[in-house]
């Protein structure tokens, strides 16, 4: 599986962004995606996970009621709608991929068990 990022760029604070993450190679279905981030001296932080089949979404408490992960199956593209955005959201964003077909609060935001990640896309919020 190929995970392409795209999307980022420099926003205000308040503002809004999508991240889109475009995947090409192994058929998606079973897997769960995910975006992580990281911010320079952090580390890989969980923002938001789904099953590619639908029925289950994750967000971190942090982006709780800001952040919304939808998908597209023909298109093979996930989202990431990231609505009132805050200086401290300023990260490198990466999509990921786990073909394992299990899924959970503790065990999908885990950043180790993704097999599959793309090259990120950075964002910046001003203040």
């Known amino acids: 599986v190929q995970l392409v990022e795209s999307g980022g760029g420099l926003v205000q604070a308040g503002g809004s962004l999508r991240l889109s993450c475009a995947a090409s190679?192994?058929?998606?279905?079973?897997?769960?995606m995910g975006w992580f981030r990281q911010a320079p001296g952090k580390e890989r932080e969980f923002v938001s996970a789904m099953r590619w089949s639908g029925g289950s979404l994750l967000y971190a408490d942090s982006v709780k009621g800001r952040f919304t992960l939808s998908r597209d199956n023909v298109k093979r593209m996930v989202y990431l709608q990231m609505n009132s955005l805050k200086p401290e959201d300023t990260a490198v964003y990466y999509c990921?991929?786990?073909?394992?077909?299990?899924?959970?609060?503790?065990?999908?935001?885990?950043?180790?068990?993704?097999?599959?990640w793309g090259q990120g896309t950075q964002v910046t919020v001003s203040s």
């Open positions: 190679g192994a058929p998606l279905s079973g897997y769960t």
């Open positions: 990921a991929a786990d073909p394992t077909q299990y899924f959970s609060g503790t065990y999908s935001s885990r950043p180790t068990i993704y097999d599959y």
